[in-house]
């Protein structure tokens, strides 16, 4: 990881296939529409909510004042993913080594999840950002701690 923004990944990078593999398969999960990051280098792919422009809580998107980013895809040359997640959830994928905290988080939902080396970790990295998709679209009612209720 890089120690200087923008946060990314700088060794055991997927390939050139396996992250052309995951951006397409991304891009493919029903609901999704792809387009340019609001928040990340113009090689990232964003990935929104078709018919879902708002944020339903701040804590679920990358880009606190645009339309709702819940997950951009770096480019080729990093292949990291940074996405949101409930805490708890985020706070999980850390210990067990798939993710680590964002350098610029806002609200303690957003991390930088690692990209896939292998078809097996593609299919845990695909599966991540689904659970992001799926928070964006209903967070619950578990607020971050540090939000004002």
Known sequence: MSDAGPQRQL?????????????G????????????????????????????RAHVVPWTSLAPDGRLEPVHLHGVEDTS???????????ELT?????IPHQYEDHGTEFMVYGPRDVDELAVVLSIIEESLAFARDPGDERPAHQPA
């Open 11 to 23: 060794t055991d990078r997927a390939t050139p296939e396996l992250w052309g593999a995951l951006v």
């Open 25 to 52: 398969s991304a891009v493919a999960l029903h609901g999704v529409e792809e387009g340019h990051s609001q928040v990340s280098p113009a090689s990232s792919r964003a990935l929104f909510l078709r018919g879902q």
């Open 81 to 91: 993913v940074h996405l949101c997640l409930p805490v708890a959830r985020g706070a």
């Open 95 to 99: 210990e067990l080594g798939w993710a």
